[in-house]
C-alpha cells in the first residue's frame, strides 16, 4: 500500500505546473519605459521578475458534530495551478501570464519600469496532455469569470515579489468585505478532484467544465424550479450538477455545477464534499454513463438503481478526492454556523432497514471500501483509484446494462482477481445478490418491498408478452424503487420491432392509466413514446442485433404533480415489423 | 442530480432522512436543538412547510419557547427606505395570552405594526403572519428583535427573537465589488480586491 502511495505521489507530480509564458508583446513594448534605467552603466533591463503567492482563505468545518464553518480557524491556502496575468495599467493589455505552481507560486517575466497589476483568474486551464479548462464564473452576472486583482504598481528596473491573498470576507459578524476566497476555494476542491483521475489515468483530457457561484445563489421556495432566468437572479434550488446536451432549449441553463453562496442560508463554496460530490458527478457523465433519473433522495429510501449508484458515487467520490470519508455539509441555521455530516465507513449493517441495490447509503459505503485502506470488519482491500477509474470508463459506460451497482462490482471482480472474494463478500454484506459475470443483477432476492420487482430486468422475447407493474408502495414515487419496471431482450439479427405498452383503463376510482415505454441500447435511447394514453408503441427500423432494455412505467407515479395512480399493471408485448 | 443537503443528524437522533435534490432547503424550525417533545416538533415541522420562504429568527436564551417566529424581507433594504418584514409567529404550546413587541435596534426604527397582540388562546400550531415596517437609519449589519411575551396561568415567559438584517454598503460589498467589466480579450470579468503584500 505504500509503495501504491508513492506511486500516486509521484503521479500527482506531474501535474503541479510551472508553466510561465512571456507573451510576444513583452519586453519590447513602445510605451516608452522598456529599456528605461536602473542599470547605470550596462546594457538597458527590458524586463523583470515579478514574482510570489498566490492564496485564499480555507475556512473549515469545526471538527465537532454539526459545527459549522469556523472562521477563527481559517488558513492561508495555496491557490494552485490557477492563472496569473500581468495586465497594463494603461489600457489593460496582457504583459505576461503565468499558472501558480503547487505551493501557489507564481513568476512572471514581465517589461521593466511598466506600469502594471497583477490579476488572478479563478481558471485553471492547461493544453496539451493532460488538458482541461475549469473556470468560476458569475450567473448573476453575465457568467463574468471572477478574478483577483491587485493593485497598480511598477515593476521597476529590478525583479520583486508580490503576493496576493483572497480573503474570505468575514469580519466576526458577517460576510462584509467582498468573498473573494470563495471562486479560489471552489478551484482547490477541484484541483484536488483532477488531480485524483490524473493519478489513474495521466493523459487525462477533460471536458470544459465552469462552476458557477454567486454570492446570491439561494435555494429558493419549496416548489423551486431552475431555469435560466431564475438562475440568473441567483435562484439555483441547490448545489447540482448540469450535463452538457446536444440540443439545448431556449430555457435551459448552461451546463456546469451550481453551486449555492447565501451567507445568511446556505453555502457550499468551502463544503469540499459537496463540491467534489457535484464533480463526480461530471465525472461520471463526461467519462463514465450516468443513467440516473434524478430527483429527491435520502439515505433511507429505496431508489431507483440507476440513481442509488450516481448519488452513491458522488458521495464515495468526494471522500476518495479528499481522502476523508466523513463527508461534511455546512449551513446556517437559525443564524447559527452548523453543519450535517455522516461517515462513508461506518457501513449500513446487514439488519438496517433499507440495504441493497436501492440503497445510496449501501453503495457509497462499498465504493469507498472498495477504495480505501482502512481496514474495517471485512473490509480488506485497498484498489486506490485505479481499478475504480478504469471500471468507471469502461464496462460501466459501454455496458449494456444500467449504471447501477451490478456492472460496476462485476467489472471490478474482474480486473482485481486477487481481490474477489472480499469484494463479493462486501457487497453481498449489503445484501446484494452477485452472480459472476452478470450486470443485470440476475442473483438478486432484495425484493426491495415488492416481489414484483424482481427479476430486476423481466426478460421478453421477440413475438413474446410481460406484465410488469409500476408501483407507489411501499417505496413512493417519482424515482423510488417499484415506479419503473425494466424489461430486456435479445436480437440475434437485424430487425424492425416494435414494443407496445397497454394500462388499464379507469376503475374504482383510478383514472386511466398512462404507461410510457423508452428502449435503450448501451445507454442511448432508442425509442421512446410518452404520449397520453393507455396504450404506447415504440418502432425501432433495422435494430442490429443485440441487448436492448425496456424501461416502462405509469407517467402519473413518475410525475405526482396531480396525483399519483399508484398500482398499475402494464402489458408489454414485443413484436417483430 | 442533487446532492446531500443539510440537516441536523447528531442532534435530532431520528433516522437519517436526508432530503436532496432542487428545492431542498435546509428546514432551520426543525432542526433547532432542544428538549422539545414530539409533538412540539410535529407543529414546527408543520409551520415549516407552510412558511417555506421563510428563515427562522435567532432564538434567545433557552430551549424551551412557547413560540417559533420566522421572517421574510422581499425587497432589499435600503437606507432611509421603508422596508416591510414579513413575520410568521407559531404557537408550538398552549398559551393564555400571547403578546409581540418588535424593536430596532442602533440604526433601525420600527415605524408601524411594532406590535402583535395580545392575543387570548392562540390556537397552537396555526401561523400567524404579521408584516412589520422598518427604517433603516444607516448602513450595516442590524437586528429587528420580536420580544415574545406569553402566560399561562400564573405564569409569564418572556423569549426573544433576532432578525437580522443588511442594509447597504456591506450587502452590496457582500454581492458585488465592482460591476462585471470586459477585459482586453473580450472576456467579462467579476473583480475581487485582493490582498497585496509586496516584498
Sequence with gaps: MIAALLANAARRAVVIFLTFTLLTACGGSGSGNAGGGGNPGGPPISTVVVSGRVTFDRVPIGP???????????????????????????????????VTDGSGNYSLTVPANTSMQLRVKAEMRRTGTPAFTFRVRDNTASNALYALDGAGFDSGAASSQRDLHAPSGWTGAGYTNPRAAAPFAILDTVYRAYNLVLTAAPNTSFLALDLFWSPGNRAGGGDCQADRTSIATGVICTTFYLAPVANPGADRPDSGIYILGSANDDSDEFDQHVIAHEWGHYYQQTFSRDDSVGGPHGFSDRLDFRLAFSEGWGNAFSAMVLNDSNYRDSAVVAGQQRSFGFDLESNPGATAASIGWFSENSIQSLLWDFYDDGVDGIDTVALGFTPIHEVMTTELRSGVAFST???????LRGRVPAADATIAALTRNQQIGLQRGDAFGIAETNAGGDLRNLPLYKSISLGGAQRVCSTIAPN???????????????????????????????????????????VYRAGKVVG?????????????????PGTYLIEVYEYSNVDPSAGARGDTCIDVALRAN | MGRLRFAEFALAAV?????????????????????????????????????????AAVAAGKPGAPIDVRFDVTTKPRLGEPLEIKVAVVPLSAVARLHVVFQGNDGLTVTSNGELGPLDKPKVGAIIRHVVTV?????????????????????????????PLIVGVPDAAMNKTTSAAKDATGQSIQSLPAVETPH
Design chain 1, 64 to 98: 465537532g458534530s454539526g459545527q459549522g464553518l469556523d472562521f477563527a480557524a481559517a488558513t492561508a491556502a495555496a491557490a494552485r495551478a490557477v492563472t496569473v496575468e500581468a495586465l497594463a495599467q494603461s489600457g489593460g493589455a496582457v504583459l505576461a501570464t503565468g
Design chain 1, 476 to 518: 413512493g414515487t417519482i424515482n423510488k424503487v417499484g415506479v419503473y419496471q425494466f424489461l430486456r431482450f435479445d436480437l440475434t439479427t437485424t430487425n424492425n420491432v416494435s414494443v407496445s405498452v397497454q394500462g388499464p383503463p379507469s376503475q374504482a376510482g383510478l383514472r386511466d392509466a398512462d404507461p410510457d415505454v423508452i
Design chain 1, 528 to 544: 421512446l413514446n410518452d404520449d397520453r394514453g393507455i396504450s404506447s408503441a415504440v418502432s425501432i427500423t433495422g435494430a442490429a
Design chain 2, 135 to 163: 427604517v433603516p437609519r444607516s448602513e450595516g449589519v442590524f437586528t429587528l428583535s420580536a420580544v415574545a411575551v406569553t402566560e399561562e396561568g400564573d405564569a409569564n415567559m418572556s423569549r426573544s427573537f433576532a432578525m
Design chain 1, 405 to 411: 451497482i451490478y456492472p460496476f462490482v462485476d467489472a
Design chain 2, 15 to 55: 433516522a437519517a432522512l436526508v432530503l436532496v435534490g432542487c428545492g431542498d432547503s435546509p428546514d432551520p424550525a426543525a432542526t433547532v436543538p432542544g428538549p422539545d417533545s414530539a409533538q412540539v416538533a410535529k407543529v414546527r415541522r408543520e409551520a415549516a412547510t407552510q412558511t417555506e420562504n421563510m428563515v
